[in-house]
């Protein structure tokens, strides 16, 4: 996945381009990822009969979802919104315009079955969508940046190339993770935990003997980069062999586990006088056999 970013990007010196959508009075966002969403459809021509594109953006992430559909009717605005739950969850809300497709009892029953309440934009306001409208404006901007690098894909494959380069390399505004991190906030503690660490040893090239174990940050062909004491360095790779030797207890915790192990054989053995006490008791109960 990484070398494919990397060829994502690195043609194009302009991806500063793709900002966050636009907030407006009228657009108002919701303080979390499924809360409000906005919907509306967007003609791509190099799509061909598949041109009318349907998008949803998340009004808090800007998360986006898209779909290529051969008409605007409501039937393929209830196809992409199946696709769009799969992708990005429910939502609480989502807000269209008033247009025919939207305004219609099977839009009205679907959202109902999902439990999805329905908001219509002012009428004839042209900053009522303007969420969705600037999420249009950057969806084709990526997709004419990708065009050249894409040639012989089907259109289905440009899109998701698209939706990924948006959902997973952009950074919006205020923010420092991608979009798709702060649709999921869940994902960002995964993010955030340590994950295992491969462990090496080092030779020295000066005192020329092995040292470590060390954690392995990173290697490619013909260096390493791993994690000392005295901080990183990067060494020839052939200075990097696993450390394969069965892992030490901490001296602590073995300190620890003999003195536990010690206290538990105390209460368990009695003691000389205990012990010398009980011999007497066994003499003095018995029977005597002195004679007077």
């Not at 800007?62 to 992708?87: E, L, P, Y």
């Not at 029953?109 to 950057?138: C, D, M, R, Y």
């Amino acid at each position: 996945m990484p070398t494919e970013a990397r060829e994502i990007v690195e043609p194009y010196d302009d991806w500063h381009a793709l900002a966050a959508p636009l907030l407006a009075r009228v657009n108002p966002i919701g303080l979390r990822a499924l809360e409000i969403w906005q919907t509306d459809v967007t003609q791509v021509a190099e799509f061909g009969w598949l041109k009318y594109v349907h998008l949803t953006v998340n009004t808090y992430s800007s998360a986006m979802w898209a779909s290529a559909h051969n008409g605007g009717k409501t039937c393929d605005v209830i196809a992409h919104w199946r696709q769009a739950f799969a992708v990005l969850g429910i939502p609480s809300a989502v807000k269209t315009d008033n247009g025919p497709a939207y305004a219609t009892q099977k839009v009205r029953q679907f959202l109902q079955l999902w439990g999805v309440s329905h908001k219509f934009g002012i009428p004839h306001s042209l900053t009522g969508q303007a969420i969705v409208e600037h999420a249009h404006g950057n969806l084709k901007w990526v997709l004419h940046k990708q065009k050249r690098g894409m040639q012989g894909e089907t259109l289905h494959s440009q899109l998701a190339k698209a939706l990924y380069t948006i959902n997973h390399l952009t950074v919006p505004q205020n923010s420092n993770n991608p979009v798709i991190l702060n649709h999921h906030p869940s994902l960002q503690a995964l993010d955030e935990m340590h994950q295992p660490q491969a462990k090496v040893r080092v030779r020295n090239l000066v005192t020329k003997q092995w040292e470590g174990p060390y954690y392995l940050i990173a290697s490619g062909r013909g260096y390493a980069c791993v994690s000392t004491d005295t901080g990183v360095c990067w060494v020839p790779a052939k200075c990097v062999h696993p450390d394969l030797r069965p892992q030490r207890e901490n001296p602590a915790d073995r300190k620890a586990g003999d003195r536990d192990q010690n206290e538990s054989h105390q209460v368990n053995e009695p003691s000389s006088d205990d012990s010398d006490a009980d011999d007497a008791s066994e003499h003095s109960d018995g029977p005597s056999t002195s004679r007077h």
